[in-house]
T-cell receptor, first 109, second 114 residues
Framework: GDSVTQMEGPVTLSEEAFLTINCTYT??????LFWYVQYPGEGLQLLLK?????DKGSNKGFEATYRKETTSFHLEKGSVQVSDSAVYFC????????FGTGTRLQVFP | DGGITQSPKYLFRKEGQNVTLSCEQN?????MYWYRQDPGQGLRLIYY???????QKGDIAEGYSVSREKKESFPLTVTSAQKNPTAFYLC?????????????FGPGTRLTVL
């Protein structure tokens, strides 16, 4: 069945470091892909999305490109801040939203 | 401001009691969803509704019930039949429930069974 695999965390970085969180998926057809972010004690917020191959989603300095050939949607940011510390979820929606298990990011000053 | 509200933020229940979690949206969305989140895991779909007076079971519906009498409201009841109800519950909505529609989430309710 359809699924999402994320790299395990936590990912620990110093402020201004480069961030990559890997996400690969298995799906039939052409699903839409999403990154959501969850700050401590809160619900999920949509960070970015891409609806077709080669689309690049971007928001708040984060980017992810829909790569059909490698079935990937890796999240990147050039310079992280302490305020980016959160759990990041990759998700896809063939017919319903399917989430990865989440990757916790910890950024230290 | 449009958005999704969930109440209460924290809820405590004794074993054997039913409890109802509230979810309201003023985004004029047709579709609404309930998810459960356990520590270190992704979200799992409990129930969803694409239109008033209609809803479908998700992946883990056992021990839960819902109603959709109004477009704005989608309450979730955690019944005593749910064997392990302690979790973080998230409500979401989307414009029409189409596969490309973005789901928007509420702030969540943390349920603890004492």
């Amino acid at each position: 069945g359809d699924s999402v695999t994320q790299m395990e965390g936590p990912v620990t970085l110093s402020e201004e470091a480069f961030l990559t969180i890997n996400c690969t998926y298995t799906a039939t057809g052409y699903p839409s892909l999403f990154w959501y972010v969850q700050y401590p004690g809160e619900g999920l917020q949509l960070l970015l999305k891409a609806t077709k191959a080669d689309d690049k989603g971007s928001n708040k300095g984060f980017e992810a490109t829909y790569r059909k050939e490698t079935t990937s949607f890796h999240l990147e940011k050039g310079s992280v801040q302490v305020s980016d510390s959160a759990v990041y979820f990759c998700a896809l929606i063939p017919d319903k939203l399917i989430f990865g298990t989440g990757t916790r990011l910890q950024v230290f000053p | 401001d449009g958005g999704i509200t969930q109440s209460p933020k924290y809820l405590f229940r004794k074993e054997g009691q039913n409890v109802t979690l509230s979810c309201e949206q003023n985004l004029n969305h047709d579709a609404m969803y309930w998810y459960r989140q356990d520590p270190g895991q992704g979200l799992r779909l409990i129930y969803y509704s694409q239109i008033v007076n209609d809803f479908q079971k998700g992946d883990i519906a056992e021990g839960y019930s819902v109603s959709r009498e109004k477009k704005e409201s989608f309450p979730l009841t955690v019944t005593s039949a749910q064997k392990n109800p302690t979790a973080f519950y998230l409500c979401a909505s989307s414009r029409q429930g189409e596969s490309t529609d973005t789901q928007y989430f509420g702030p969540g309710t943390r349920l603890t069974v004492l």
